[in-house]
C-alpha cells in the first residue's frame, strides 16, 4: 500500500480543532495556559476534556484570566524546563505582543497555534491574517497551513524545530479561522508511536535551579543589546533549514509532506506565479488545473514559513516567471498593500529577476474568495504581461455601494 | 543568615529596595526561584552580564509577574521537580497595586502556591519619582507635584493587603524594612503557608521620598509610629495580630522629615491638610486597635 493508501484507512472525520488539539495531546506539553477567544475555543476546549479524562497526566493545564498571562506563564514554565503551548488569535494575540517579544529575546521555544481572525475595529470574528502579519517583527517563527491535516502535523514539527538547541526560537502555527478551525474533514490523527519516534522530550540547557542558580532577563545596556538582537537573527538564519528538516524528516516517518519552507505547485514552466498562504491554497490549485487544462502556464508558490521569510527559495521558485501575482489577507494601511507582496518585492530587488509583482488583498474580515476572484486576478495578470503593470497593488471585490 | 544578594548591585545609599529583597531571601534560603517585575530593584542587580541574585532569578516584563510565577511554579509541578522549591514574586508597587493587578488577581485565584513580596516605595521610583496607586494623600510627587492649585496627590493609598485578603489568600502581611526581624519572620511565614501569600514591605525611598540616605529605618519607623504603615497580619482573611504603638506620634514627625511633604508646611492650608493625614493615622489605629 502507499503511504496514501494507508492515510485513507487511518482517516477519522473530525473538526480541525480537535485534530490540532489531539496533535497538542500527542506532543505531551507540561504546561498549557491559555484563555478563551473566538474562534480558538474549540482547541482548548478540547484540550480541557482530555485533561478532564486523564489524558494527559503529565501536563498543568490552567484557565489564566486573560492571555497576557496566558503566554506570561508560559515564560515562567519554560524557563524552568517545561514543553510549553498555548492558542489564541486575534484581540488576543494583539494583547500578548509585549510578551511575544520578550518569549522570543529570552530564546524560550513556546508553540502556539494562531487561529487567524481579522481585528477590531470594526470587531469580526471571521478569518484573515491581520492578526498575525502584525506580529510580524515580534521574533517568532510564523508557520501557515493550507489545510487541517496540515495545522495537526504542524504542532509536532513546530516543538521540533522550536527546542533544536540552534534555533530556540518560539513558533507559531498559523491556521484560518472557521475556514480549518470549524471544518470537519477527513484527517489522519497524529499516532503517539511516531511522534515519539520523532519529537524526543524536551531537554533545555539553561533553566531556573536551585541547585544552579542562573539570571534571565537581565537588562542590556547599549554595549551589549544588540548583539542579542543579532544571535536571534542567526538563530531565524538556521531555522531555515530546521523547518525543511522537520518536514522531512516527518515525512520520512508519517509519510506526509506539505512543502518546507514554501510549497510549489505547476510552476516549473509557469510564466504566470501565484504566492499565496494558508487555506486558499486549495482554491487556487483548482483554478490552476482548470486553467492548465486550457493550455495557460499558470502556477503557485505557497510559502509555509512567513518567519523566517524564505528569500532563497523564493527567488528560486520564481526566476522564470513573467508575472508574480501575491494575495495578502492583510493590508499595511498607507501602503496600500499585504506583506507577502512586500517581502516579494523586497527579496526580488537587487536579483536578475525582474518580473512585475502585482499584489491584490482579499479575503478580509472572512469575506469569502471565490474561483471567479482567482479567475480575474490570473486575467489581469495576462493584461500584465501582454501590456506591462498599471497597478501594483490594490483590493479585490470592493462593494461599491458602502464605499 | 546568609545573605543571597551579592554586594557590589547599583542600589542608591539607604535603598529600600535592596533591604527587602535581602530580607525576603533571608526568608526565602537557596531553595527558590524568584521573579521580578520591571523596576529599581531589576535595573540595579543585573546589568548584563552581572547579577547579584544568588539564587535563580527571572524577569519578565512590568505587569506579568505573578502570572510569571504561576508559570513556573506549574512547571515545577508538571516535571515533578516542586519539591520544597519556593516560588517568590518580588516587585514594586507600581509593578503590583497598578499595572500588575490583573495578573495577580488571576494568579491568586487560580491557588498557585507562591509568595509575592511588594516592596511598597509609594511611587514609580525607577522612572523618577511618578505617583502610583500607592502613593499617600499629599504626597509630592513628578506627576502629582505640589503647586499653587494642589497639595499633591489627590487621593489615599489604594489598600492592597484587604484586596488580596478578598481573593482568599491564606496569609496576607504587612511590614516595614524598618523592621527586619518582623519582615523576615512574616516573609517566612508567607512562604511556608501553602497556596497564594501576600507581604507588602513598607519600603522608604531616600531619593524618592528626599530624605537624608541614613534615615531609611528612622523614616520606616515613624511611619509605623505614627499608625500612617499599621503592621499586622491575616489569616484566611482575618486580623490575627497587629503591632501595637506606644504613645504613638502625631503624623507631623514623620511628614516633616521628607522632602515630598515639605509643601505641607509652606503652604497656606497646609495645617488643613496635616490634620486630614492625622486623621488618616487615628483611623488606622481605631480600625486595627493599634494603641496601647
Not at chain 2, 170 to 189: L, M, Q
Amino acid at each position: 500500500m502507499t503511504a496514501q493508501e494507508v492515510d485513507k484507512k487511518k482517516m477519522v472525520v473530525v473538526e480541525g480543532s480537535y485534530a490540532v488539539a489531539h496533535s497538542v495531546k500527542i506532543c505531551k506539553p507540561n504546561v498549557i495556559s491559555a484563555y478563551p477567544i473566538t474562534p480558538q475555543t474549540h482547541i482548548v476546549e478540547n484540550l480541557s476534556q482530555f485533561i478532564a479524562d486523564g489524558e494527559m497526566p503529565d501536563c498543568e493545564y490552567h484557565n489564566v484570566e486573560s492571555e497576557f498571562s496566558a503566554l506570561s506563564a508560559l515564560v515562567g514554565a519554560s524557563a524552568v524546563g517545561a514543553r510549553t503551548y498555548s492558542a489564541t488569535t486575534s484581540q488576543g494575540l494583539e494583547l500578548m505582543h509585549e510578551v511575544l517579544f520578550n518569549v522570543s529575546g529570552m530564546r524560550l521555544p513556546i508553540v502556539m497555534t494562531i487561529i487567524n481572525r481579522a481585528v477590531s475595529a470594526p470587531i469580526n470574528i471571521w478569518n484573515d491574517h491581520q492578526d498575525s502579519i502584525s506580529q510580524r517583527d515580534t521574533g517568532w517563527i510564523q508557520l501557515y497551513a493550507e489545510d487541517t491535516q496540515e495545522a495537526a502535523d504542524m504542532t509536532a514539527q513546530a516543538h521540533k524545530i522550536a527546542e533544536d538547541k540552534d534555533v530556540l526560537l518560539p513558533v507559531m502555527i498559523c491556521m484560518d479561522g472557521y475556514i480549518l478551525s470549524h471544518v470537519y474533514e477527513p484527517v489522519v490523527l497524529l499516532e503517539q508511536d511516531l511522534v515519539d519516534e520523532y519529537l524526543p522530550g524536551y531537554a533545555p540547557v539553561f533553566v531556573l535551579d536551585p541547585k544552579n542558580p542562573m539570571t534571565f532577563g537581565a537588562f542590556a545596556a547599549p554595549s551589549t543589546y544588540t548583539e542579542f538582537r543579532y544571535l536571534q537573527e542567526q538563530a531565524m538564519g538556521v531555522a531555515l533549514k530546521k523547518i525543511e528538516d522537520a518536514a522531512n524528516k516527518f515525512n520520512e516517518i508519517f509519510g506526509r509532506y506539505y512543502g518546507g519552507l514554501i510549497d510549489e505547485y505547476e510552476t516549473e514552466d509557469a510564466e504566470i506565479i501565484i504566492m499565496a498562504m494558508g487555506s486558499i491554497i486549495g482554491t487556487i490549485k483548482d483554478v490552476i488545473d482548470a486553467r492548465r487544462s486550457k493550455g495557460e502556464k499558470i502556477g503557485l508558490l505557497k510559502v509555509r514559513s512567513f518567519r523566517p521569510f524564505p528569500v532563497e527559495a523564493t527567488r528560486k521558485a520564481l526566476k522564470n516567471a513573467k508575472v508574480i501575482v501575491t494575495l495578502d489577507k492583510n493590508i499595511s494601511i498607507g501602503l496600500n498593500e499585504g506583506a507577502l507582496c512586500t517581502e516579494t518585492k523586497a527579496c526580488l530587488h537587487n536579483t536578475n529577476i525582474d518580473a512585475p509583482v502585482i499584489g491584490y488583498t482579499v479575503g478580509l474580515g472572512g469575506r469569502d474568495i471565490p474561483i471567479h476572484t482567482i479567475e480575474n486576478i490570473i486575467d489581469q495578470a495576462k493584461e500584465v504581461m501582454s501590456s506591462g503593470i498599471t497597478v501594483e497593488s490594490q483590493f479585490t471585490d470592493l462593494r461599491e455601494d458602502l464605499i | 543568615m546568609k545573605s543571597l544578594l551579592a554586594p557590589g548591585h547599583r542600589g542608591c545609599a539607604g535603598c529600600c529596595d535592596a533591604m527587602a529583597a535581602k530580607f525576603t531571601l533571608m526568608a526565602a534560603g537557596e531553595d527558590c526561584i524568584v521573579v521580578s517585575p520591571t523596576g529599581c530593584l531589576e535595573v540595579m542587580t543585573t546589568p548584563y552580564p552581572e547579577s547579584a541574585w544568588e539564587v535563580p532569578w527571572i524577569h519578565s516584563l512590568f505587569e506579568n509577574t505573578a502570572a510569571v510565577a504561576s508559570g513556573i511554579e506549574a512547571g515545577l509541578n508538571a516535571l515533578g521537580k516542586k519539591k520544597n522549591t519556593k516560588v517568590i514574586a518580588i516587585g514594586g508597587d507600581g509593578a503590583t497595586i497598578d499595572i500588575g493587578v490583573r495578573s495577580i488577581s488571576g494568579a491568586f485565584e487560580r491557588g498557585h502556591d507562591f509568595t509575592y513580596v511588594c516592596m511598597d516605595n509609594e511611587a514609580y521610583m525607577n522612572t523618577g519619582v511618578q505617583r502610583s496607586g500607592a502613593t499617600p494623600y499629599d504626597a509630592s510627587t513628578t506627576t502629582s507635584p505640589a503647586g499653587r492649585a494642589s497639595f499633591g496627590n489627590p487621593r489615599p493609598k489604594k489598600n492592597m493587603p484587604a484586596i488580596m485578603a478578598a481573593h482568599g489568600s491564606p496569609y496576607v502581611a504587612t511590614t516595614s524594612v524598618a523592621y527586619p526581624k518582623d519582615a523576615i519572620k512574616k516573609v517566612r511565614r508567607a512562604i511556608e503557608t501553602e497556596g497564594p501569600t501576600y507581604v507588602q514591605i513598607h519600603a522608604p525611598c531616600p531619593t524618592g521620598w528626599r530624605f537624608d540616605s541614613s534615615k531609611t529605618v528612622e523614616v520606616g519607623r515613624l511611619a509605623v509610629e505614627t499608625a500612617l504603615w499599621p503592621m499586622y497580619e491575616m489569616v484566611d482573611g482575618k486580623i490575627e495580630a497587629v503591632k501595637k504603638i506606644k504613645n504613638r506620634k502625631s503624623v507631623e514627625e514623620y511628614l516633616k522629615m521628607q522632602g515630598r511633604f515639605k509643601h505641607l508646611f509652606k503652604k497656606e492650608g497646609g495645617d488643613a491638610e496635616i490634620k486630614k493625614i492625622q486623621e488618616i493615622a487615628d483611623a488606622n489605629a481605631k480600625q486595627l486597635g493599634l494603641d496601647m
